[in-house]
């Protein structure tokens, strides 16, 4: 157990050292995720009470599409110079570096999400009819939907022709349900339209069994070559 | 088994044939929606068909993850082949059926959202299988099908929340239906499994012979490199061995 935690650590805090010298990653989804917003402006140009029925539809795609910017990178550093062969053939376990890399990009995700969830707000005129702390689980969880799967997907993807394209066609039918729970929470939470308990414990749901299957089957996955 | 196949082939036809029948002229009219509810007929048993083909291709998955059978993968992939192309049949049947009946060819409802995730998912797995060439490309497809397994409930308690359009199942469900419509739907029900298990049948022979192809191509290319002579190396495949598969089991 000790040796799962040191080695997600130190993996963890590998990337994040690696991402905060570079910075690409979190750069392009920002600048991608800031152009989304402002097309969508463009395209919908709603007045406020619009805003509030489509704006967690809109911040969530946005998210979505900059979420697999990061995770279509998650693993291409390490099929450089052979790491992911010799973490293979290595005694560490195969869900140490796959609780590693989903950590790593839930923060990136989240990062994203704190800086651009304001610049959102701004340019949509948004101010939460509803209980607005409830925002903060549902934010909380819809990422980890994401980027669970997304990592895990990601893994998958490495061994398939034009990856870049495979990592989305696998990913984005898998996660509809949690999308639109995402989706419906965060427009039930804005216009202050009843109660988005259903939906935040469906999500719940979605993470808990997801988490599970990745864990259970990511060896599975690292091994297969 | 060999002789087996054009039996079954020609009763599949003769069946279908006679369930084409049943629908068209035999069953009465259903007295609101007219002779457009015949189409139900077709629906009801491609669906039924499809979610039976998608289950054989979770068991199948889930076996070939667990004894690594290559005859389990190659079950799993016919059985998602065939079920996509069915599903596909429910999916445009449906709205032909709607847009007279309902008024809309397409609404957000329960049954009609799940079959159509079930659907990309599924089109996802072919498209994972297809761009997917290396040797662990069963592994992959097989998590995948268990993903979209456990996916799917997911699907239905979220769309669950809504307003259901889609008429209650007439078998198990709250709706009645005519004793003769029901004999109807059940022969169109043994035609369609009949035929999907004909071409299931059919297709998992031309995949384990296209399996034997692939296995003896890289043999021999193995075999080459090595500065074996090519004629020998053709002689020891089993590529000359006239391929018998089909119709043989």
Avoid at chain 1, 116 to 136: H, K, S, T
Avoid at chain 1, 171 to 189: C, D, G, K
Avoid at chain 2, 100 to 119: A, E, K, N, S
Wanted: hydrophobic share 55%.
């Amino acid at each position: 157990m000790s040796s799962l935690r040191s080695i997600t650590v130190a993996t963890l805090a590998k990337d994040i050292r690696l991402e905060w010298r570079s910075r690409d990653a979190i750069n392009s989804m920002l600048f991608f995720s800031l152009l989304v917003v402002v097309i969508f402006s463009f395209s919908f140009d709603p007045n406020a009470e619009e805003s509030r029925e489509i704006a967690g539809g809109l911040i969530w795609v946005a998210f979505l599409f900059a979420a697999v910017v990061a995770l279509n990178q998650t693993w291409a550093r390490e099929l450089r110079n052979q790491v992911l062969d010799a973490y293979r053939v290595s005694p560490a376990p195969a869900n140490a570096l796959f609780v590693a890399k989903a950590l790593g990009n839930f923060i990136l995700v989240s990062v994203l999400e704190a800086v651009m969830a304001p610049l959102f707000m701004i340019f949509y005129n948004l101010r939460a009819l509803g209980p607005a702390w409830q925002l903060i689980p549902v934010a909380v969880l819809g990422t980890w939907a994401l980027v669970v799967n997304g990592t895990f997907f990601a893994a998958m993807s490495l061994r398939t022709r034009s990856r870049e394209i495979m990592l989305p066609l696998l990913l984005f039918p898998i996660s509809i349900p949690a999308v639109q729970s995402m989706v419906e929470a965060t427009r039930i939470i804005l216009a202050g339209d009843g109660s988005a308990r259903f939906w935040i414990v469906l999500l719940l749901t979605y993470d808990v069994v997801f988490t599970t299957a990745c864990l259970g089957l990511f060896e599975t996955i690292l091994q297969a070559e | 088994m060999k002789r087996a196949f054009p039996i079954l082939a020609v009763l599949t036809a003769l069946l279908l044939v006679y369930a084409f029948y049943e629908a068209l002229w035999v069953a009465p009219m259903e007295r609101t929606m007219g002779d457009v509810q015949r189409i139900f007929y077709y629906h009801v048993p491609s669906a039924w068909t499809a979610f039976l083909l998608f289950f054989v291709n979770l068991v199948a998955s889930v076996v070939y993850l667990i004894g690594k059978n290559a005859k389990a993968d190659a079950l799993a992939a016919v059985s998602a082949e065939v079920g996509v192309v069915f599903c596909t049949v429910v999916l445009v049947t449906g709205p032909i059926w709607a847009r007279p009946v309902w008024g809309i060819w397409w609404t957000w409802d329960i049954r009609l959202t799940t079959t159509l995730v079930l659907w990309l998912i599924y089109v996802s797995y072919l498209v994972l299988r297809r761009f997917s060439d290396s040797s662990q490309t069963p592994k992959l497809a097989a998590v995948l099908a268990i993903f979209g397994a456990l996916d799917v409930p997911l699907v239905y308690f979220s769309i669950w929340f809504f307003r259901t359009q889609h008429p209650q199942p007439v078998i198990g469900g709250g709706g009645s239906i005519d004793p003769r419509m029901l004999h109807v739907l059940l022969i169109n029900w043994l035609a369609f499994s009949c035929f999907a298990f004909l071409v299931c049948w059919w297709r998992y022979q031309l995949e384990l012979l296209q399996r034997d192809l692939e296995e003896a191509q890289a043999l021999e290319a193995l075999l080459g490199d090595e500065g074996l002579p090519a004629t020998s190396a053709r002689a020891r495949s089993p590529l000359n061995k006239t391929p018998s598969r089909p119709g043989t089991v």
